[in-house]
């Protein structure tokens, strides 16, 4: 089997992936913008050849690379990046190539266009925010006269909370449309409650191999925005009626041989037309790995090896590695320059160590979004986890 995993080497976690297919007898050819001499060993150790390319956003030395191993290989079986940012690249160079394992570029508008998501989340019975796609003021108004305030403006194609606009009132809608923003933009009705992620790996067929449930900050808007301590945590196991929407969505979208992280709120209050406190309302599909380092969290909360589980996936359709019947919790907790702490590194260690499973600075790049210095530790229940969260993010200036 012939697999290209592009940009194999960012995030750093990904590294993982190419060594369990390497493992299980996979051929992994890899295709990124970073000098082979700045690899890590064990990644060099994993691939049978990486094709260095100065821009991976630059399509023709993409084409260039995997026409180059398609030639010295023969039949590209998998192109896989499981990055949100190539998924649209990754697409297209499996309709270019005739790979058939993965999405085409036929279908990919509908999991990167939040509108499309949408319809489809309305066709199959799915509770959803209503949502407007954004074109004058004078129907946004129309909109927010249905809705009421607050609603959510965001980029039609876009991830995370980037360009993310929470709007309170009319003064806010018409400073929205005052900023004369050409990107497509769609607006939808506020929901209050956690953000629960559905992530789990499915085989051929769309049936899950594994399963796992992570609860984020209601806002990660306001995370980003407020320069707020950044919280999540995986849980032990998933309750059943995130199971259920989950698996129903993974079937709506026709998702076959992927690792998906589908976005949930868990309501706060009953909201009419959608669900009772406690519910689970759809809010966005992602056809990838939850970012960060969630995956290493999901395998310290439920005793497995994600990477694992996907390599069994991609080579055999199945799992060929026995699972363990163990779980707990797993929290993350980060820290920011801009804030004075109660409780010193030391202190954290002395309390934690023992649970603490990473401890460290985070690459420059995610400390806008992760926090500078992060701590994960597991736990043994939700009130620990808690309690573990509060003691990190005590502060002295608060």
Not at 34 to 55: C, G
Not at 70 to 80: A, C, P, R, T
Not at 235 to 242: F, H, I, R, Y
Not at 261 to 290: C, T
Request: net charge negative; glycine share 6%; aromatic share 14%.
């Amino acid at each position: 089997m012939n697999f290209i995993f592009i940009s194999p080497n960012f995030p750093r976690t990904y590294q993982n992936f190419c060594d369990r297919l390497h493992k299980n007898g996979a051929n992994v050819l890899g295709i990124g913008d970073a000098p082979y001499n700045t690899l890590s060993k064990e990644l060099k150790s994993s691939l049978t050849e990486y094709y260095f390319v100065d821009k991976l956003s630059d399509y023709a030395q993409v084409f260039k690379a995997v026409a180059f191993f398609s030639y010295k290989y023969g039949k590209i079986d998998w192109i896989e990046s499981n990055n949100e940012f190539w998924l649209v690249q990754d697409a297209r160079l499996r309709t270019d190539f005739n790979v058939t394992s993965g999405i085409q570029a036929d279908r990919v508008d509908f999991i990167k266009e939040k509108s499309l998501m949408k319809r489809i989340y309305l066709d199959n019975g799915i509770p959803t925010a209503r949502q407007h796609k954004v074109t004058d003021f004078d129907s946004a108004k129309r909109f927010t006269d249905e809705v009421s305030f607050p609603i959510i403006a965001k980029p039609d194609i876009g991830v995370g909370a980037t360009d993310t606009y929470k709007i309170v009132d009319l003064d806010g809608l018409k400073s929205f449309f005052d900023r004369r923003i050409e990107t497509p933009y769609v607006m939808e009705e506020f929901i209050s409650g956690d953000i629960c992620s559905y992530d789990a790996i499915v085989d051929s067929n769309g049936d899950p191999l594994f399963e796992s449930m992570t609860t984020w900050p209601p806002s990660i808007m306001d995370i980003v925005e407020k320069q707020l301590d950044l919280w999540y945590f995986t849980a032990d196991t998933v309750p059943e009626g995130l199971r259920t929407l989950g698996r129903k969505t993974v079937k709506a979208f026709g998702v076959k041989s992927r690792f998906v992280h589908l976005e949930f709120f868990r309501l706060n209050d009953p909201k009419p037309g959608l669900g009772d406190k406690g519910d689970f309302v759809a809010l966005e599909v992602n056809m990838r790995p939850a970012g960060g380092y969630t995956t290493d969290m999901m395998n310290f909360a439920h005793s497995t090896d994600v990477y694992q589980i996907f390599a069994d996936m991609v080579t055999e359709d199945k799992l060929i590695h026995p699972q363990k019947d163990e779980h707990s919790w797993c929290a993350y907790a980060s820290r920011r320059d801009c804030h004075r702490y109660v409780h010193t590194h030391e202190e954290i260690m002395d309390a934690y160590g023992q649970k603490i499973v990473m401890q460290e600075e985070m690459p420059r790049m995610n400390w806008p979004q992760m926090g500078r210095y992060m701590y994960t530790a597991k736990t043994s229940s939700l009130a620990e986890t808690w309690e573990f969260i509060n003691f990190v993010h005590e502060r002295a200036d608060d």
